[in-house]
Nanobody, 123 residues
């Protein structure tokens, strides 16, 4: 499983960014894709996850109502639309893959990882 994040950058508070996770082959048919973030000096935090079989979605409380996860199987891509960004959203964002559902994501023990993309929210 190969994963590659894109879409990070610098944005002002209240702004938006859209992250993408490009996956290899038929990954989305068999793997759940989760997003994590890690800020300097802080623990890694699960942000959102979308399961492969039923498309069920989970969000961290800190982003619910502001972030939306979606997938495009034809493009082998999972997107994370991030709106109303806050300075505390600043972190390196990673996508990760696990077989079928988001159980491993919920336990912060995902198996396959991308290299990450930096998101900075600052005025």
């Amino acid at each position: 499983v190969q994963l590659e994040e894109s879409g990070g950058g610098l944005v002002q508070p209240g702004g938006s960014l859209r992250l993408s996770c490009l996956t290899s082959g038929s990954t989305l048919d068999y793997y759940a894709i989760g997003w994590f973030r890690q800020a300097p000096g802080k623990e890694r935090e699960g942000v959102s996850c979308i399961a492969s079989v039923d498309g069920s979605i989970s969000y961290a409380d800190s982003v619910r109502g502001r972030f939306i996860i979606s997938r495009d199987n034809a493009k082998n891509t999972v997107n994370l639309q991030m709106d109303s960004l806050k300075p505390e959203d600043t972190a390196v964002y990673y996508c990760a893959a696990d077989p079928l559902d988001c159980s491993a994501w919920k336990e912060n023990r995902s198996i396959f990882w991308g290299r990450g993309t930096q998101v900075t929210v600052s005025s």
